[in-house]
């Protein structure tokens, strides 16, 4: 045996309840005043792990429904409610992820956000899969039951594990990244890229899932991240509280309340019932304006007819598109570019946001869905197009081609006629509809619904924007309607919408105070007039005055007087409360109305949006409505799968490997639905599939985390690329180990069902008592607990495979040269022990075609052309189901095992000892030129036969002798050889003084028996082939059998010949550690490849894992020791390995640095001399020199640094200039 190289939630549920008060605004000063928490305050970005733990939550209820639901299918109405609900809420959160925080991420931290981009992709599929299965006719199955069950289950763990990453990842890396001021700046975006009506949802959802603490923490940290404006917290804390503000006393009351008893249970949305001293509520009643004004001179016969109003503005701003496009075809400019992707872009967001509410909102109320919905979808495609169009000409650089232009103009005037042509058909189809089927207050709230779709940042930009292509008269009227549809529980929205609605108008005059007898500024004014910190305006106030009202019924239109009095006892449900006239205000009329804006930065108004516009299309309950890849996301425009690629790279042998685990995989899935048979054949079977898998994913996985991300890291424009998936690994091992415990539990369940159906007398009384009826029970959830875990395992890794071969295989192709891939797959395979690959080669083949196999077997064999990995390959390998056709060279055969194997390989020359003795000296000089001609030879194998044949007539007669008098000895030899031999004679230790064993191999070579190939080869004059071994003898019953590991004789009773036994080499050792290198193709010490050495495919040697980084020398280890000229890779001794690359035996080494420093090769320094060079320049500073010998130089060459240079003369000691070392020689 040859020596390795050693020195080389608190609410739960279903998302409903009760959900918490909390104050309108809870300002910086307050916080501070009731102590929150300092962790959310120092780092507000952990407000999202509150978020995580109301999703994980909501994901862990519908689990367990799913659960209940294979046995009780009764409630499958509600759970697909909520599990539509969770898609919508989970899908904006990923959206305003995507738009926000990852972007923020990668201008510091780069290749963090793309993977978690495409997780999110993945897990909108999933959900699709989901909702596939709750809109199939089959669920009374209860098979389909279960499998909606596994893919709840699937849902649950890929968007767990997803959450899991970004709280190990992205939080640390936003926290140390970002101030807690940007921070906060990126929450309030965040919270601006959701939809409105998605807020008002998603807000109180979210308060019913933490607790009280938590609760009081997210309400103190918001007060921090929404700007110090009293309207946006008013709005936000609107919504937070999930309830209707009535009237002003009730908005006070309220305020009061949560200030002294901090939470309290509210009604729920459903609640008539009037908060505060409100009383009851009724929506839209009555609406309270100026006695001057007359809210229907400014009405739009149909309120519906405000489509037109979004129609006109939108058709303006193509048609301004469409002629910059014509101009810039005609200057074939690119200057202008940037401002027209711009336009692009925002009124890419307004039409897909505008065809998104008219999808949801206004077609399903009057059932016209079915026109237009794929009008909405070929729009979203030609904006995309025009889009990746901008970027094709961007990128093509200064000069691209007319041809570009040409496309630019086309495709811009294709938009308009597509959406001109889209309009028109609404225009004639749904609108004339709508008006006969809708009363007017229903298409106001529907138009406000629509509008609600959008963001807050969107809204902030698209308000002004359509107020300014609109006339006096048309403004009022959208206005109008807007107060008039918006309920009570949208005071403060209404009132910011009029304010950015108003306060960009060409025009001086306030709109809003028009229509509604009051600015939206001084409105809030109104709320509260001692504060006069809401509005951007300063003003000086004086003091109030009564104002006349008139009362308007909205559904009669009756006109009436007010019924004066103490107004906080006036039931209203109007956003238009208490009326100040503008000389209570003691302000101009025409002064312009002043709302807070959102305070964003204008770059971030909008950005992204077209990736979530694109995804709510997805969101859509139609089972069919596809999932559309969001193209327009900025870092999905340069991901290319590596299977489109026709070149061949090293690297994509790991694709073979994910073509192999999913197959293994889909039968785990497909088939862990018969463990509810209790087969106990298949169960068996099951397992052990299971179990194969288990251990070639760890081994890939392993080879992953310790090889191919390191390499990946390696590069500096690659640094943080593989740490999610590194943490992928993590959360997928422990999948691996819940199914093989459940596997386990299974398995002591179905011999337990076993051993009480083995006898009718227990089976009966397990029966009467419910015992054996719970055990099946218990059984029957188990497996589909364990199916679910299976289909999560599945899903799981071919997420995580997808996104590996879509972001990280194609980096291979542009920062790795095929060297580089070919030396990244030699490691991967070089840590990769022989067991593992005799496992591994079956199982990745029979997933692939016959010409799939061929390559991974080339390339393989590129990669360890200089190891003896042929020669293992060939002893064993035959192919899954047809041989692969693996031409194997013997060139790289070395040591004297493989000497022995030349007959196998010379055919021409095959002459046996008695023709060699018969040959006269020509004929044996002729044979010798023979084989000195031969070209096929390796070089040592060549000078090994020539050496032979030169000797050959001594060799036989030497024989030729020792056989006549070795007759009457052979028989005493033949007795002796059947004895045992001991490694220990008085403990009776079997073995001999090289190896503790309990066998004896018979020789190949001589057909005699010795312990050992040592033993044979010290008193034989020829060498022992050990792997040529078939045949040894059990030293305790003293048989001769097989070679194998255990004797077969009865009476030993299977007594193992050694701990170790190794089939190939014909090696047993009951002492030490020993592994099988298969590229070595030999035995070595140690516990294996990838534990504690790997084999260098360069050098072709193992070297321990501490030597990773070290100067590799091709075959460096195939030649003899230079100190006692021993071959040292078949050698027994342990082996040094040099900092030059060089080896030689370690005890020859400890020998020969007693006295010297060099390398006896290359003359390198064999180790660190800076003490010793530091000891020969203190000697040369006390040594003076003649003075003929003083100025004298003298030219050296350095053997460590191999610069040449001079140094003053000396006899002895000459340092080298550039590096300070000793070790020179004259020149």
Not at 1110 to 1116: A, N, Q
Request: hydrophobic share 35%.
């Amino acid at each position: 045996m040859a020596t390795t190289h050693s020195q080389a939630g608190g609410g739960g549920g279903g998302g409903g309840g009760a959900v918490a008060t909390m104050p309108v605004a809870a300002t910086p000063t307050s916080t501070a005043a009731t102590g929150c928490s300092s962790l959310l305050l120092q780092s507000p970005i952990l407000i999202f792990s509150l978020f995580h733990k109301a999703i994980s939550s909501e994901l862990r209820s519908l689990h367990r429904a799913s659960l209940d639901f294979v046995s009780d299918p009764s409630h499958l109405i509600s759970f697909s409610r909520r599990c539509h609900f969770l898609r919508t809420i989970y899908k904006h959160h990923c959206n305003a992820e995507d738009q926000v925080i990852f972007p923020a991420l990668d201008k510091r931290v780069k290749n963090v956000a793309r993977t978690y981009f495409l997780e999110h992709e993945g897990e909108g599929l999933l959900f699709d899969q989901l909702f596939k299965l709750l809109n199939s006719n089959l669920l009374d199955e209860e098979s389909y039951r279960r499998e909606l069950a596994s893919c709840t289950g699937a849902l649950r763990t890929s968007i767990s594990q997803h959450l899991f990453k970004e709280a190990e990842q992205v939080f640390p890396l936003v926290i140390e990244n970002f101030s807690s001021e940007e921070q906060a700046s990126l929450i309030w975006q965040f919270l601006c890229s959701i939809p409105v009506k998605m807020m008002a949802e998603f807000l109180p959802w979210l308060a019913s899932y933490i607790s009280s603490d938590e609760h009081q923490d997210l309400l103190r940290c918001l007060g921090t991240v929404i700007p110090k404006e009293k309207l946006l917290h008013q709005v936000v804390f609107g919504w937070m509280k999930g309830q209707n503000i009535k009237c002003r006393s009730c908005t006070h009351n309220t305020e009061v309340q949560w200030q002294e008893a901090g939470t309290s249970k509210l009604p729920s949305y459903n609640d008539e019932k009037a908060y505060g001293n409100c009383g009851p509520s009724k929506t839209v009643k009555r609406k309270w304006v100026e006695l001057s004004e007359d809210p229907t001179n400014y009405t739009i016969a149909c309120p519906l007819d405000e489509l037109l109003l979004w129609h006109k503005a939108i058709k303006h701003e193509l048609n301004d598109l469409a002629e910059t496009a014509r101009k810039i075809r005609l200057s074939e400019e690119c200057s202008g570019l940037s401002s027209f992707n711009g336009r692009l872009q925002f009124i890419s967001e307004v039409c897909i946001f505008h065809s998104i509410a008219e999808d949801k909102v206004i077609f399903p109320a009057v059932n016209a869905e079915i026109y237009l919905l794929q009008d909405h979808a070929n729009e979203e495609l030609q904006f995309d197009n025009l889009r990746c169009l901008i970027e094709t000409i961007r990128s093509a650089g200064a000069n691209p081609s007319p041809e570009f232009f040409i496309r630019l103009s086309s495709h811009a005037e294709e938009i308009m006629n597509t959406i001109l042509k889209h309009f028109e058909n609404e225009e004639t189809q749904v609108l004339p509809l709508a008006r006969k089927l809708l009363s007017h207050q229903r298409q106001r709230e529907l138009l406000y619904e629509g509008l609600c779709m959008m963001p807050l940042k969107l809204i902030e930009c698209v308000l002004p924007w359509l107020v300014g292509s609109l006339n006096e008269t048309e403004v009022r009227s959208f206005l109008q309607n807007m107060h008039m549809a918006a309920p009570a529980s949208d005071h403060a929205l209404v009132t910011l919408f009029s304010g950015w609605a108003c306060n960009r108008h060409s025009m001086s005059s306030c709109f809003s105070s028009s229509v509604t007898g009051l600015c939206p500024a001084r409105r809030l004014m109104e709320m509260e007039i001692t504060s006069l910190s809401f509005c951007l305006c300063e003003h000086t106030f004086s003091h109030c005055k009564k104002s006349s009202y008139v009362q308007q019924d909205s559904t009669n239109g009756h006109v009436g007087p007010v019924k004066h009095g103490n107004p906080e006892t006036r039931q209203d449900n109007d956003v238009s409360n208490l009326i100040i006239t503008s000389e209570t205000l003691n302000l101009p009329y025409n002064q312009s109305c002043c709302v807070p804006g959102l305070g964003l930065n204008p770059s971030h108004r909008g950005n992204g949006l077209l990736a979530q516009t694109k995804s709510l299309r997805a969101l859509s309950d139609c089972p069919s409505a596809p999932f559309l890849n969001s193209s327009l996301f900025m870092w999905g425009t340069d991901i290319v799968s590596a299977d489109n690629q026709f070149t061949t790279r090293p690297i994509d042998n790991i694709f073979k490997f994910h073509k192999a685990i999913c197959i293994d995989l889909e039968y785990l899935d497909l088939e862990s639905g018969k463990l509810n048979d209790c087969d106990e054949i298949f169960i068996q079977q099951f397992t052990g599939r299971f179990f194969l898998l288990w251990g070639l994913y760890r081994a890939h996985s392993n080879a992953e985390d310790d090889i191919v991300f390191p390499a990946l890291e390696s590069k500096e424009n690659l640094h943080n690329v593989s740490h999610s998936y590194t943490l992928d690994h993590q959360q997928e091992d422990k999948l691996f180990l819940d199914i093989s415990s459940g596997l386990t539990q299974l398995t002591q369940l179905h011999e337990l069902l076993n051993q009480r159906d083995s006898s009718n007398h227990l089976t009966s009384c397990y029966s009467n008592c419910g015992g054996f009826s719970n055990t099946v029970q218990t059984y029957n959830e188990l497996s589909t607990k364990i199916q679910g875990m299976c289909k999560s395992i599945r899903v799981t890794l071919d997420q995580h495979i997808i996104r590996e071969e879509l972001e990280l295989w194609p980096l291979f192709d542009k920062h790795f040269s095929v060297e580089e891939q070919d030396k990244i797959v030699g490691r991967i395979i070089g840590t990769t022990g022989a067991e593992v690959l005799q496992s591994m080669l079956p199982w990745v083949t029979s997933a692939l075609t016959q010409d799939e196999q061929n390559k991974m077997i080339d390339t393989w064999k590129q990669a360890t052309k200089n190891t003896m990995f042929n020669e293992w390959l060939d002893e064993w390998w035959t192919g899954p189901d047809s041989p692969v056709n693996i031409t194997t060279s013997r060139d790289h055969s070395l040591g004297t095992d493989a000497y022995e194997d030349s007959e196998h390989d010379f055919q021409a020359f095959r002459p046996g000892w008695k023709d060699i003795f018969r040959m006269n000296q020509n004929e044996l000089e002729s044979e010798i030129r023979k084989v000195s001609r031969d070209s096929t030879l390796d070089p040592r194998r060549k000078t090994y036969l020539i050496q032979n044949l030169m000797t050959s007539r001594w060799i036989a007669s030497q024989q030729k002798l020792s056989q006549a008098a070795g007759g009457e000895s052979s028989n005493r030899e033949d007795l002796l050889e059947t004895l045992p031999s001991f490694r220990d004679p008085e403990k009776k230790v079997f073995g001999c003084e090289h190896y503790k064993r309990n066998c004896k191999l018979r020789a190949a070579c001589c057909g005699k028996l010795f312990t050992c190939r040592f033993c044979h080869d010290e008193v034989s004059d020829h060498s022992m082939d050990r792997k040529a071994t078939t045949e040894m003898m059990c030293m305790c019953c003293l048989q001769i059998q097989p070679v194998g590991p255990v004797c077969t004789t009865p009476s030993c009773g299977s007594l193992l010949m050694a701990k170790y036994y190794c089939s190939v080499c014909k090696f047993f050792d009951d002492e030490r550690t020993v592994y099988h290198c298969p590229f070595c193709n030999l035995c070595r010490l140690g516990k294996g490849l990838g534990v504690d050495f790997f084999h260098c495919m360069q050098c072709n040697c193992c070297l321990s894992m501490k030597l990773d980084d070290h100067l590799c020398r091709e075959k460096g280890l195939e030649t003899n020791c230079p100190i006692c000229c021993d071959f040292l890779f078949t050698s027994s001794a342990s082996v040094r390995a040099l900092p030059c690359g060089h080896f030689m035996h370690s005890a020859c080494f400890q020998a020969y640095a007693c006295s010297h420093y060099i390398c006896p090769i290359c003359s390198k320094s064999m180790g660190d001399m800076a003490v010793y060079f530091g000891m020969l320049d203190a000697l040369l500073a006390s040594e003076e020199l003649p003075e003929e010998f003083r100025n004298r130089r003298q030219d050296i060459l350095c053997n460590d640094c191999h610069e040449k240079g001079t140094a003053p003369f000396h006899w002895l000691y000459h340092k080298c200039g550039f590096c300070g070392s000793y070790n020179t020689r004259k020149i």
